[in-house]
């Protein structure tokens, strides 16, 4: 099974910028999907971006034109970079593994506390 740990969330002011990272481990399926969402409190979890094993992204519209997500295969590793934040971006941002041969399980990390100041 896949593990995730996010890292990188912080305190930034509105108009900064950040780098979100997710290290996977364990088994990957060959074909598999790691994406960013983020849930503010009292609102849905909801879309970021994803990217697929072989390099195809999907961005959600929340973020779309301020982020820019990558992946490392060779660390296993899942980048978003966030640009012009601004305070409606404060949430936490969680990654998610999705096994597209629908094999293992989807597995979400612990999640990454972003806030952005005023």
């Known amino acids: 099974q896949v593990q995730l740990v996010e890292s990188g969330g912080g305190l930034v002011q509105a108009g900064g910028s950040l780098r979100l990272s997710c290290a996977a481990s364990?088994?990957?399926?060959?074909?598999?999907?790691l994406g960013w969402y983020r849930q503010a409190p009292g609102k849905q979890r909801e879309l970021v971006a994803l990217?697929?094993?072989?390099?195809?992204?999907n961005y959600g519209d929340s973020m779309k034109g301020r982020c820019s997500i990558s992946r490392d295969n060779a660390k296993n590793t899942v980048y978003l970079q966030m640009n012009s934040l601004k305070p409606e971006d404060t949430a936490v941002y969680y990654c998610?593994?999705?096994?597209?041969?629908?094999?293992?399980?989807?597995?979400w990390g612990q999640g990454t506390q972003v806030t952005v100041s005023s």
């Open positions: 364990g088994t990957f399926s060959g074909r598999d999907v």
């Open positions: 998610k593994y999705e096994d597209l041969r629908l094999v293992a399980p989807v597995v």
């Open positions: 990217i697929s094993n072989i390099g195809g992204t």
